[in-house]
């Protein structure tokens, strides 16, 4: 049963999927489709603003959508597309970059660490406008996100309110919404940095579609603390506190009785455990996958973007209107 709310999320088809996507974000993705009307995209138009090759953008996408899939996001239940199959999306941010200050876009961390590495483009400088077109297109209630997302989701209410107050209320506010744990799982080799796809280094990050002898050999090699006892402080022991935070995920025991339990049992049998937990949490999900043919996940996705395409355009009418645009 759903209680009338909508759910926005998006996820960049920008190589693989890890932990940290799917314990920050996506596992809420589907537990919420219990409760809400879902509605996840696959944001392509956000992998353009750095460097790609399209032959690349173009398996990335289906290969996101397919992992999606896998993840448990339930076609029957969500609606699923791609960004690009929707213009309402462009033509929104465009409307909505007019009431976006550039003061506010500069100081978005996203912007000054893509804009020193990858050079300066309009599209990084612009993104968290396309992000909160997004969202305010579908008059969404609550968008399920990692903590690094904090910011844009801050521009996206900001944006939204500007909008309200200038030509009347349109859109609702939207809430972020973070797991109470994992909102920022952390590198495997550097537990002071969170887990990302753009780190050179395969073994900071465990992959959805990593095997269960993968999992477990990146866990032994995890960088973690000077000392021996297994303890919850992520301050002072970051690396034992990310792995007991993914231990407490996929056990669904409380950090503290997983702390107690395995105080004294050394470095290696802990790491063991967790990742076996690991391992057995994402082994359906790698099958699945693998069971998905890409034509079918190419076919379903052609159907929602239709879908999306019609729904968006319908809410588009209301805002040309208070616009002053029809
Ligand atoms: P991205 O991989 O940056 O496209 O992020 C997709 C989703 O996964 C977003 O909701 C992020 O907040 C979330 N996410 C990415 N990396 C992490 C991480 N290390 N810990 C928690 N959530 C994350
Ligand atoms: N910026 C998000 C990320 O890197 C992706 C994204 C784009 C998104 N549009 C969105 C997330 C709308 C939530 C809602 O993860």
Redesign the pocket.
Known sequence: MTNNKRV?????PTGELHLGNYVGALKNWVTMQDEYETIY?V?DL?AMTIPYEPDQLRASRIETAKMLLAVGIDPDRSLLYFQSDVPAHSELSWILSTLTGLGQLERMTHFKEKADRAGQNLGILAYPV??AA??LIHKVHA?P?GDD?AQ?LELTRDVAERFNQRFGEVFPIPERITPEIGARVMSLTDPTSKMSKSDPSLKSRILLTDSADQILKKVKSAVTDTGTTVSYDREEKAGVSNLLELFSFFTGRSISDLAEEYADSGYGAFKIAVGEAIADGLSPISKRYHDLSDADVAELMSRNGATARERAEDEMVAVREAVGLS
């Open positions: 926005f999320s998006g996820i960049q995209c944001v956000h396309l992000q997004d969202i968008v996100v997302q844009h």
